[in-house]
């Protein structure tokens, strides 16, 4: 079955530190692959997106990700983590045979600890 | 302009009561989508339109009635609804609802609290 995993329900890191947030996805292609942020009582926003080409692609708000098609992840990093990225971090997926269909993982909340 | 907006913020309707909540776009965009969000849980689709006609109904209760004016405006109409029904309404747009091998970003609106008393 098709489907998009996030094993961390909750993260918690320092300010500064690093992160590493996991997405691994099980599909028959690779489909497309995207982050979105949300904040509490908001909508989603784009953080980036993996169609093809270069494995890593970068985003806004300094995020990167980092798209291994051996391991069929889509890992989320950033190098130094601010207080204003506690959030709801949603990894997604649509397939690349049918158009616009997202299908979200479950989500991982990020605490950011002073 | 990216900005999808919502209306109402909040909403709170008994379960006899009959109430629309209302999305806009002016970005030109033909696609527009209803997703439903528990808390703590992922955004799930409900309906896509594109160039205004109903274009995929994810098998949604017929309490749930949606409609597209004009390109810019989708509405969901809510009737009888059940306390479970509460939940975060997201609505969304894109330029085109997409095909195979093309995806077209889709843009959020900020939602639509909805409670259920």
């Known amino acids: 079955a098709q489907s998009v995993t996030q094993p961390d329900i909750h993260i918690t890191v320092s300010e500064g530190a690093s992160l590493e947030l996991r997405c691994n996805y099980s599909y028959g292609a690779t489909p497309y692959l995207f982050w979105y942020v949300q904040s509490p009582g908001q909508g989603l926003q784009l953080l980036l997106k993996?169609?093809?080409?270069?494995?890593l692609v970068q985003g806004i708000k300094g995020f990167e990700a980092e798209f291994k098609r051996s391991q069929s992840s889509f890992n989320l990093r950033k190098p130094s983590v601010h207080w204003s990225d506690a959030a709801e971090y949603f990894c997604?997926?649509?397939?690349?045979?049918?158009?616009?269909?997202?299908?979200f993982g479950g989500g991982t909340r990020l605490m950011v600890k002073p | 302009d990216t900005e999808v907006t919502q209306t109402p913020k909040h909403l709170v309707m008994g379960m006899t009561n009959k109430k629309s909540l209302k999305c806009e776009q002016h970005?030109?965009?033909?696609?527009m989508y209803w997703y439903k969000q528990k808390a703590k849980k992922p955004p799930e689709l409900m309906f896509v339109?594109?160039?205004?006609?109903?274009?995929i109904n994810e098998s949604v209760p017929s309490r749930f009635s949606p409609e597209c004016p004009n390109s810019s405006l989708l509405n969901l109409h809510l009737h009888a609804l059940q306390p479970e029904d509460s939940a975060l309404y997201l609505c969304?747009?894109?330029?085109?609802?997409?095909?195979?091998?093309?995806?077209?970003?889709?843009?959020f609106g900020p939602g639509t609290r909805l409670t259920v008393t």
């Open positions: 993996y169609f093809s080409g270069d494995t």
């Open positions: 997604a997926v649509a397939p690349n045979n049918a158009g616009n269909m997202l299908t």
């Open positions: 970005m030109g965009h033909r696609a």
């Open positions: 339109y594109s160039y205004e006609k109903l274009s």
């Open positions: 969304a747009s894109s330029q085109d609802q997409g095909r195979p091998n093309l995806f077209y970003e889709q843009y």
